[in-house]
């Protein structure tokens, strides 16, 4: 099987770890941008949308097959085990009043089964069973008696074994190839998708480093988008140094890259300031609606945010996709600027996003239906105390109260707005996307 873009226009090759926020910021501006590429995402969980290339759904025969949804009440056990939806993340089952195995869902799915995981009479995993988009078991996990893992089968969507990897080797069997590494696997993948590639584009310095570093034919750079803390992290330093495949650095955060310009004693590569392209859905108008989304009744500072917000004649709306407590309840009924609405679902959050300007996150818990990045790229001003930050590229952190309530204060909200959205540097554009990589 053959997979290439549709155009086969593909002058990018981007390979990444994982598809979480800093990979689709980045993907969202090469398309901004008008840069065609290939994605490949090597880590396979079964979720990822279709169009996202992987050796793993392509080995298993996943790839371009069509959805078919497995809910967790379909799932097989024994005749006389009970199958009870626990929260919104899994289900339990039982046999009588003994836990005898867990059904994981799918994130940001109506209860899809992602995982199958059974266990012992001490409650230790002993196998799992993952399931994919298209419905089929792709993978059993193997574990010891402590629990830990010991080797992963992948199947096709017939059922016929295809790779065993071995966790403590990490060697990979597959039928007719033996791999060492993940490594020596991606790269294998790739061999049949370089055709037009011009530049291999890594956002991650663990096996994307390793296999474009073994692939020096093809010039490869690095999109660096995490946050150096006290030291330059070694392979970067091998990159800065001149020791390895990559020729170039591209920072999505400047100052990122003056911390790089800093610390580093050598320096043999190009490096580059490249930030996200942000579209947002509208301006700010700043009108008088502030808005949290929460799983949680606990809220920082909640008196003396409804306080400030009351006196400047903003109304607070805390939405919750569950019933509310009676804590909630009761916070409402005090303050009559603050209104909380619950049980509300996905289709509620876009119409929520529009008719506010101000987003607090200022709730314990994570983030419902990824409400902060919405909120930022619709336009809003979000702000979140240091303590319960959930998006942090995305938010207006600060560290106390009162730097919150006196923001709220402020007449010119326009200046944090702009803080905000420029504290990793100015905003890119297309041209300057089409400058450094076409």
């Known amino acids: 099987m053959t997979e290439n873009l549709s155009e086969g ?14 990979t689709k910021r980045f993907l969202a501006s090469l398309t901004a941008a008008g840069i065609p590429y290939k994605h490949v995402n090597i880590n396979y969980d079964g979720f990822m949308p279709n169009e996202i290339l ?52 799918a994130p940001n799915t109506w209860r899809l089964v992602r995982e199958v995981v059974w266990l ?26 402590e629990g830990k893992e010991v080797k992963v089968l992948y199947y096709n969507a017939e059922g016929k074994q295809v790779l065993t990897v071995d966790a403590a080797s990490r ?64 392979n970067m330093q091998q990159i800065l140094a001149g020791k390895s495949a990559l020729k170039r650095i591209l920072f999505e955060n400047s100052k990122e890259m003056a911390k790089v310009q800093r610390l580093s004693s050598e320096n043999f590569v190009r490096l580059e300031y490249l930030g996200a392209i942000e579209q947002f859905a509208r301006e700010n108008e700043f009108r008088p609606a502030a808005l949290t989304v929460t799983r949680s009744d606990q809220i920082l500072y909640d008196e003396a945010i409804a306080k400030t917000l009351a006196e400047n004649h903003i109304k607070w709306t805390i939405a919750a996709p569950s019933e509310i407590s009676d804590k909630l309840r009761t916070f409402a009924n005090h303050h009559k600027n603050v209104n909380v609405l619950e049980a509300i679902s996905s289709k509620n959050l876009p119409k929520l996003l529009a008719d506010n300007d101000i987003y607090l996150d200022l709730n314990q818990g994570g983030d419902w239906e990824n409400s902060v990045q919405r909120a930022y790229l619709e336009g809003m001003l979000v702000i979140t105390d240091m303590k319960v930050i959930k998006n942090a590229g995305y938010e207006l952190i600060l560290e106390k109260e009162q730097e919150i309530i006196d923001v709220l204060n402020r007449p010119d909200k326009d200046r ?18 089409k400058r450094l990589l076409c």
Do not use: C
């Open 171 to 234: 060697v990979m069997l597959g039928e007719n190839q033996v791999f060492q590494n993940l490594t020596d696997f991606v790269k294998d993948y790739l061999s049949r998708l370089l055709d037009g590639v011009d530049e291999i584009l890594i956002n991650s310095m663990s096996t994307p480093f390793f296999v474009a570093n073994q692939m020096p034919k093809i010039k490869s750079s690095l999109y660096f988008q995490e946050v150096i803390h006290k030291e330059i992290p070694g």
């Open 54 to 105: 992987n050796p793993f759904a392509h080995l298993i025969g996943a790839q371009g097959m069509p959805d078919k949804d497995l809910h967790y009440n379909q799932v097989k056990v024994p005749e006389y085990d009970e199958i009870r939806n626990l929260d919104g993340g899994k289900a339990e089952i039982l046999r009588g009043d003994n836990l005898v195995g867990y059904i994981y869902y």
């Open 120 to 145: 012992s009479r001490s409650a230790v995993p002993t196998i799992a069973y993952r399931y994919n988009r298209q419905g089929f078991k792709y993978a059993e996990v193997l574990y010891d008696f």
């Open 9 to 22: 226009s593909a002058k990018k090759l981007i390979l990444t770890d994982f598809y979480h926020q800093p």
């Open 416 to 433: 944090a707005l702009r803080v905000l959205r420029e504290k990793k540097g100015k905003p890119a554009t297309a041209a300057d996307y």
